[in-house]
């Protein structure tokens, strides 16, 4: 029987963060004529109304990083580390180009804004990579415990 090492509850941990995210508002717009829009993965919303869903992009990064993180549970059992690692860095990369992206859509909706609201879950991505980053570090320490114990049973001259 596998052990459950903290790198996965820390994977876990960052996969529930991603879900959470995809589920609830990224930011409020509050415009000079009384309107108001909000930015979600998956649409722009104005005035309560769904408007456009140009940003399908960011929902689309989240979920390709969501199921890497899968991917990576899922071979934990195999201890095929360098492709855990791989697939870590995979999601922290998607997870950067979730906030670029982000970055593109707050300025295209920024122009005549009185006020800008962001919500909570804007901050659970980068949460996600900061746990993804502490579990490579926790392979990391592990792969090295096991090439330390390797090397014990080496025959000595």
Known sequence: MKKLRIQHILILLSLAAIVVCLCFPLVDFAYSDNTYVTLTNFQVKANGEASSSSPWALGALLIVAAASQMFVLLIAAFQNYTLQK????????????????????????????????????TILPLISIILCFMAFRGILHTEAKIIETGNSFRLRD
């Open 86 to 121: 791989r697939a870590l860095i995979f999601s922290m990369l998607l997870l950067a180009g979730y906030y670029i992206v982000y970055l593109v859509f707050l300025f295209i909706l920024k122009s005549d804004v009185t006020a800008m609201i962001p919500h909570w879950a």
